[in-house]
Each structure stands twice: as structure tokens, then as C-alpha cells.
């Protein structure tokens, strides 16, 4: 689904290479565009949290898998639609959607591609309730494992990403192995050699620290948390523990929403404003959506300095 408005320049960006990557898959997708300006569909944008145009969304089996907001490349899209494609096929054969989003080992498999899918998998969602089925993460294991083990066909710059897409099934396991997560990490970081790091080995790292955050501040019950911070709104810890278990259900915009009341004008000290802001940037630097990240710190900025 398509919400977008006529008046929307980045919305009128994306509509053309959107419509092009549904045709080429229809009939195994349909888009479905909702102009947001329309009066009945204000209680659906409130329900979904949807306050930037355009925010596309992923319907499959019934259920919403997946979302993007902005004008996005092309390519991009194309990863969002055949992930939503697997997801589909995967109900339909009985599997899981992990499972299905993972590729098989194969030896003529080009790494980067390999790699790719298996970086897509792994880093879904956010993190807390995301445990995968055993099978799911052995499957992507052993794809990352040929990757990293192969002579040939896989750089530094691939395998520090594999790297860290094994960092996230540690984190990611039952129960999560944080030490060994870092510990592929540093693996990862060990082959950058003349060449920029990869975001992904950042992103895990700051993934890691949440996953030691929320443990700290009480888990993922964010509804006790909801209700703690509603009952005392000004006190900066129930809201990081809330902006964590919100965080750790799966809403990493709405973390950072709540996480942002606690940098504005009057909600504390200047000292309480400065571990607000230490918290946004953590939330923030554990997103794999760059776009909505920077937005995000340009939201932190206005706010910082009003």
C-alpha cells in the first residue's frame, strides 16, 4: 500500500519506479495507492503511525511484514517487493518467512547476492522478539559460512558484511550471544583494510548495546512500561525504559518518538536533555533505514538547539 498526496514532491519521485517493479511481478503483487489527503482514511494513518509521505507498506498473509517511508531507489524497491514476494511463497509452502528469506548453500552462488539476502534476513525488524526458528538460522548460517570461507568470489568489503550478518544471528538466537555477537564483529572489522567500514557492522554493534540496554532497563513489556512512564511522564528513566521496550517490540520510529520528549525544552535539566539525546543516537544508530535516520537526527537537531 501506497499512501501518498498529490501535493507530495518525493511522493510523485517514487510513484513511477514503485509502479514499475509491481507491473514486472503482477500477478504475484498488486499496488494498492491511498491518497492520504482523502477524510476516511485519517483514522487508518492514525492506527498505523503514518506521519511522512509517502509511507509504503507490505501486506502479506493477511499481516503487515514491512514498510519504507520516502523516496527510496529503485533497487530498493525491488528488495522490498521480492521480499514481501518470499514471505508469500513462504506461507503458501508451510515455511516460516525467515526460512524462506534465506538462501541455501551453494557453491556457483555469487557471494555478494548471497550475502545480500542473508544481510536482508537477518537484520529485520529490530530486535527483542525476533528469535528465529532453529532451521532459519541454520540455513543462514551455513550461507554466511560459505561466504566467509570461500577463496574465491568474496572480498574484505563482502565478507566484513557477512560478518555481520552473523553477529545478528548470535544476537538474534536462543538465547541471544551478545559476547559472541561482538566477537564476529571485531572479526568483521578486522578485514576493513583501505576501504570505508560497512554500515551493517555499525548497525550491529549498536544493536548489541540496545540488546544490553533493554535487558538493564526491565525487558520488553511495553505495556508496563507505557503505563510506568504515564504515570510519572517527566521522569527520564520509565521513559527510556519505555522508548527501549518499545524498541524491542519492533517500532524503532516510535522508540525514537518517545526517546525525542525527553530532548525538548523544559522536559528536565540540561543534563537530563544530554542523556535524552545520548538515547535517540543509540536508537538511531541501531537503524539500517539510512534516509529515515537522517531525518530522524535532523528532528534531534531542531529540538537540541531551540
Given amino acids: 500500500m501506497d499512501f501518498y498526496a498529490d501535493w507530495c514532491g518525493p511522493c510523485k519521485t517514487l510513484a513511477p519506479a514503485l509502479e ?13 495507492k491511498l491518497n492520504a489527503d482523502a477524510p476516511a482514511l485519517a483514522p487508518v494513518m492514525e492506527q498505523l503511525r503514518i506521519s511522512s509521505l509517502p509511507t509504503v507498506m507490505g501486506l502479506s498473509r493477511g499481516r503487515f511484514v514491512d514498510q519504507f517511508k520516502g ?31 534465506a538462501p541455501s548453500v551453494d557453491a556457483d552462488a555469487d557471494a555478494e547476492m548471497v550475502t545480500r539476502r542473508a544481510i536482508e534476513a537477518a537484520f529485520a525488524g529490530t530486535i527483542g522478539a525476533l528469535e528465529m526458528e532453529d532451521d532459519a538460522r541454520d540455513r543462514l548460517a551455513a550461507s554466511l559460512a560459505a561466504v566467509l570461507n570461500a ?34 564483529i571485531a572479526a568483521g572489522r578486522k578485514l576493513v583494510n583501505g576501504f570505508a567500514e560497512p554500515r551493517e557492522l555499525s548497525v550491529a554493534e549498536a544493536r548489541v ?27 527520564f528513566e520509565r521513559l527510556r525504559a519505555f522508548a ?37 543516537v543509540a536508537l538511531l544508530s541501531a537503524f539500517t533505514e539510512a534516509d529515515v535516520a537522517e531525518a530522524m537526527r535532523k528532528r534531534l537537531s531542531n529540538l537540541w538547539f531551540l
Avoid at 249 to 260: F, P, Q
Wanted: glycine share 10%; net charge negative.
Fill in 20 to 32: 514499475r517493479v509491481v507491473r514486472a511481478r503482477f500477478p504475484k503483487c498488486e499496488l494498492v
Fill in 71 to 101: 523516496s527510496v531507489p529503485e533497487e530498493a524497491v525491488a528488495r522490498f517487493v521480492d521480499a514481501l514476494i518470499a514471505d508469500l511463497e513462504a506461507g503458501r509452502a508451510g515455511g516460516d518467512e525467515a526460512a524462506a528469506a
Fill in 151 to 184: 577463496k574465491e568470489g568474496a572480498g574484505p568489503e563482502v565478507k566484513s558484511r557477512a560478518f555481520a550478518a552473523s553477529a545478528m544471528l548470535a544476537l538474534r538466537g536462543r538465547p541471544a550471544d551478545a559476547d559472541g555477537a561482538k566477537e564476529l
Fill in 209 to 235: 548495546a540496545l540488546a544490553r540496554e533493554i535487558d538493564a532497563a526491565g525487558g520488553a513489556d511495553a505495556a508496563a512500561a507505557r503505563s510506568a512512564h504515564e504515570a510519572s511522564p517527566k521522569d
Fill in 244 to 280: 527501549l521496550a518499545t524498541y524491542a517490540n519492533g517500532n524503532a520510529e516510535h522508540a525514537c518518538e518517545i526517546a525525542l520528549r525527553s530532548v525538548k525544552p523544559g522536559f528536565g535539566t540540561q543534563e537530563v536533555r544530554e542523556e535524552g539525546k545520548k538515547l535517540v
